[in-house]
Each structure stands twice: as structure tokens, then as C-alpha cells.
């Protein structure tokens, strides 16, 4: 089941592997993306910290670490080409796969009807 935060992320895990992007409402908001900074493999983030950097025509932005973890895999594809973000925000435009300790922990953030309200 795929889970929402209030800074436009999605999140979605499987075997305690959370990926991580950004929701189709936050790619439209940015405009066309033309940069992005990803965070190193092996990194430890703390929920809040500040892990990716989006940078459009229209507005830099931060991506915050939803939960406790560690990065495990990066899309270098979004490196290469940005606009893939804002052609496919919630498939091949993922950002990062983090390991987390405890996947019941998302039960926290906004299912997809709460989200559709957040947005509306």
C-alpha cells in the first residue's frame, strides 16, 4: 500500500525497503525539473533530514527522510534525466530505496484518500 507524507512524497514498501518519490501534485507544483541531488548509498538518515535536492524552473526543494534508515539504492536515472520525474513521478522517476527498521511506522503517514483531500 502505498503511503503519502504532508511534503508531497510517496512512500512504498515491501520487505522493509521503503522507495521514496515524489507524488505527480509535487511534480506538477515544481514545473519542469532540471536537476536533482540524490543522497550516498550507505547513508544514515534520521527522520527530517534533508537527503535529496530538486531544483526546477520554477523552484529549488528539499526531499526530508520519512523515516529512520539507511539508503540502500539511489535512481541514477533521475541524475541523468530529471524530467522523468515529471513524466512518471510515482514509477520509473523514484528517487531512493531506504532500509527501515520497522515498516509499521508508516501506518503514521496519510493513506491515498487523505491525500486527495490534502490536495484538493
Do not use: C
Not at 3 to 20: F, K, Q
Not at 24 to 53: N, S
Amino acid at each position: 500500500m502505498t503511503r503519502y507524507t504532508e511534503d508531497h512524497e510517496w512512500l512504498e514498501e515491501e520487505d522493509g525497503i521503503v522507495t521514496v518519490g515524489i507524488t505527480a501534485h509535487a511534480a506538477e507544483q515544481l514545473g519542469d525539473i532540471v536537476f536533482i541531488e540524490l543522497p550516498a548509498v550507505g547513508a544514515e538518515v534520521k527522520k527530517g533530514d534533508q537527503v535529496a535536492t530538486i531544483e526546477s524552473v520554477k523552484a529549488a526543494s528539499d526531499i526530508l527522510a520519512p523515516l529512520d534508515g539507511e539508503i540502500v539504492e539511489i535512481n541514477e536515472t533521475i541524475v541523468e534525466n530529471p524530467a522523468l520525474v515529471n513524466e512518471d513521478p510515482t514509477g520509473e522517476g523514484w528517487f531512493f530505496r531506504m532500509k527501515i527498521e520497522d515498516p509499521a511506522l508508516l501506518e503514521e503517514f496519510l493513506d491515498e484518500d487523505a491525500y486527495r483531500e490534502l490536495t484538493e
